[in-house]
């Protein structure tokens, strides 16, 4: 769900009971890139909602307010980038704690590629260098995950081979364009704003990996 989808955009505001809900973005995965701060900015304006953005690369939050402003918040969004470095910065400042303190309280966490992934047990990365890889993350949700299904040729068959050898757990792969939206470990909707765009549940039944659809609504 890239910042600029204004359909996904609409969807996730509409996932927030205020009616002008407060939403944070977290650009950790980009190093807090000022481009991908300001493409946030610009779709999710204060005309919308009240944003708002934590930068822990540039310490726009001071140390303890980071927990005390995310539990604020109606919708915490993550971006895209490396969820190596997503991860390592959380866990170094503890942002792994604190979200999940607001994922208890009942904050909406949605994300895009690297927050996408992030919110899972594990799933598959191209954060290393020259391959797709294997990563632990937060495991909010059960299972595995892998984005981009559709637009990078090898996801789709390294995906399927990890969950059919046993090296990864059974899970969801999604392609561009569409979404998962998740209350309690139980799937509620499945989204996409592309038509072609799907959603997997990917794992092993009579001993081969099956692919199993599960079919989104378009979300206008």
Known sequence: MEPGNPLLDSYVLKLCRRKRPRVCFLPSASGDADHYVVRFYRHFHGGICEPSHISLFRRDCGPGKVREH??????VYVGGGSILSLLGVWRAHGIDEDL??????????????????????EGTTDSRPKELTVVK????????HCPHYDREPDRRPLYQKL?????????????????????????KRVVHARAA??????????GKVTE?????EMIA
């Not at 199993?212 to 989104?216: F, K, L």
């Open 197 to 206: 765009a799907k959603v997997y549940y990917v794992s092993v039944v009579g």
């Open 100 to 121: 999940r303190a607001a994922w208890q309280a009942g904050v909406i966490l949605v994300g895009v590629s690297a927050g996408s992934l992030c919110w899972f047990e």
């Open 70 to 75: 995310l539990l604020a918040q109606d919708l």
């Open 212 to 216: 199993r659809v599960m079919e989104p």
């Open 163 to 187: 969950i059919g050898s046993g090296a990864m757990k059974p899970g969801y792969a999604c392609d561009n364009d569409a979404g998962i939206y998740f209350e309690d470990n139980e799937v």
């Open 137 to 144: 993350c937060l495991g909010f949700l059960k299972g595995s």
